[in-house]
């Protein structure tokens, strides 16, 4: 075509018009296909969850009915003393788990940003369990914090209990994913929250669950981080070391705020894989003594599906996605407005 | 004043005190074994004999190699280890050929409101599926696919498009427009300039999102769950999930069969690790 136009000498623009006008409507034409599908698989779909949500579907049999009063099933989700307990957990189990895993993971990019031998090795190593899935995890660690056979026999053998014991201490044996036990009581202090029927405290069974999920994801914050500290210029590293700088105030007053936009990722990444944990706990301990490891993943899962309550899970899966949507939709809105 | 010369300290990374390098080595060490703890606990319980998996012998070494729980687990576990690899083969290409397609319209073709609609293609990737569970199955059995293979494949590569299209669009916004505008004005068309240029020039992103791909739907569980009823067709995590669940079975053979279902994307990890890496900074998200 280039050569004929040289030819002719003539202006291809016609030709080419026509060409971009048929274009113009290529793109989103090739496009349409997948997002139809996807828009329907997600936006269609949670408006029809919404809908059972408000229905009368309670059973196994179908019912899109609305309900009247038609928010009743939200009332009653937020009073069950289980769902309320499930977002005590979810709370507890995102601060928690964010704070170590954050800490930990800086720390470790930290450490690897030096040099030394093996350098390699260690980060193979603490990024591994990222590869694995979370049932495995779960599996795992399962056996692990098991009171019988797992850490509780390996402190008995090394002989920790015996030192404990010294110190006219007791044993060392933790229930761990057993231990009904919820530490203090937000009830108590905040006068507004009386009303409430789960005990507002730290579960202690959410302590274990933490420490597994900070093992598999603790490497994604450190690969992160990583990547971040690769960006920084070695002009700002040499300039603060011109400064006088120790390697301590380096990292403290010059480096950690250049991180500030990888923390901020980091946090609503984690943030959201928080909010929707499920495997993992599905696979250590399901919902736990006194549902002191019930999270509204698993909550949503055994209503619908165990309890045929489709309207209450569907009411949870909503409470779900608001949650994530509260963290994610302000990030995605400013990555895309960066487009 | 001073006259010293200028000499600048050469350019080096930062190194710390060495009473310091020691602490910092033994909290290493610690943390290096706290990460190998589960891999330890994993392969050693495997490779032991149900006699062994008892009382005081759990932490200690296999005495003897027969292969422990191993051949138990593979057993019980080869039909659902075949059907993760029916699933994650065609799950993968299909969401990474569209994805493909689409990153390339969204980076070298944008019209107006498509980056509006692209962040709303994103949204897909974070929200929790259990609140698209009830209509997705129903959808499901209105296609006569629910309980089937191709209905979890379907699944999969939909709710996969997400991340494929972001990385594939990331992945081409950084191939020069130039090149692009050259192949136009020899005539090329939307579609052939993406069969001749950009899909040769794919091929690192196609590993890229290949394994993140790959290595997400091996590990799903949510889907599988739902999705598969009957128990010898269900992917490898859900059927782990059921021998960890049930009390007949001994812990040797439940750790043989998290190493079973824990080595492909293991193996993926020691191989391919950069890619693995550049894959998931590339999506930065997990679940």
Known sequence: ?339 | MATSLPIEPAPRRPRLGSVKRIIGFGLLFLIVIFYLMPLYVMIVTGLKEAAEVTGSTMWRIPTSLSGGGFGEAWRRLSPNLITSIKLVIPATILSALLGSLNGYIFSKWQFRGSNLLFGLLLFGMFIPYQSILIPMLQVLRWLGIYGTLPGLILVHVIYGLPITTLIFRNYYANIPSELVEAARIDGAGMLELYRRIMLPLSIPAFVVVGIFQATNIWNDFLFGLTIITNPNDQPITIALNNLAGSFSVAWNVVMAGAVLAALPTALVYIFLGRYFIRGMLAGSMKG
């Open chain 1, 1 to 339: 075509m280039a050569v004929s136009s040289l030819e002719t000498g003539a202006p291809v623009e016609p030709k080419r018009s026509r060409f971009r006008l048929s274009e113009k409507w290529l793109a989103p034409l090739l496009l349409a296909p997948s997002l139809i599908a996807l828009f329907v698989f997600v936006y269609g779909f949670i408006g029809f969850t919404f809908w059972v949500s408000l229905s009368n579907w309670r059973s196994a049999t179908r019912d899109l009915s609305l309900r009247d009063p038609i928010w009743t099933v939200y009332e009653r989700l937020f009073q069950m003393p289980r769902f309320q307990a499930d977002l005590r957990n979810i709370v507890v189990y995102t601060i928690l788990f964010l704070l170590v895993t954050v800490v930990i993971g800086l720390g470790l990019a930290i450490v690897l940003d030096q040099q030394f031998a093996g350098k390699p090795f260690f980060r193979f190593v603490f990024l591994f369990p990222y590869a694995l899935s979370f049932i495995v995890t779960g599996v795992a660690w399962r056996w692990i914090f098991n009171p019988e056979i797992g850490l509780n026999l390996l402190f008995e053998q090394l002989g920790l209990n015996r030192v404990l014991g010294w110190f006219g201490m007791g044993p060392f044996k933790p229930g761990w994913l057993t231990n009904p036990t919820v530490v203090g009581d937000m009830r108590t202090w905040f006068p507004g929250m009386d009303g409430l029927f789960a005990q507002m405290g730290i579960p202690l069974a959410m302590i274990p669950v933490t420490i597994a999920a900070v093992w598999q994801l603790s490497g994604f914050a450190m690969a992160m981080y990583l990547a971040g500290l690769g960006t920084i210029p070695m002009e700002v590293r040499e300039a603060a070391q011109l400064d006088g700088a120790s390697t301590m105030q380096m990292y403290r007053q010059v480096i950690l705020p250049l991180l500030k936009p990888v923390t901020v990722s980091v946090l609503i990444i984690l943030t959201h894989v928080s909010l929707k944990i499920f495997d993992l706990i599905y696979a250590m301990s399901g919902s736990g003594p006194g549902f002191a490891t019930d999270v509204p993943g698993i909550f949503v899962f055994e209503q619908t599906f165990r309890a045929t309550r489709y309207d209450l899970g569907a009411a949870a899966s909503i409470v779900m996605l608001v949650l994530v949507a509260f963290v994610i939709v302000p990030y995605l809105a400013r990555s895309v407005k960066e487009l």
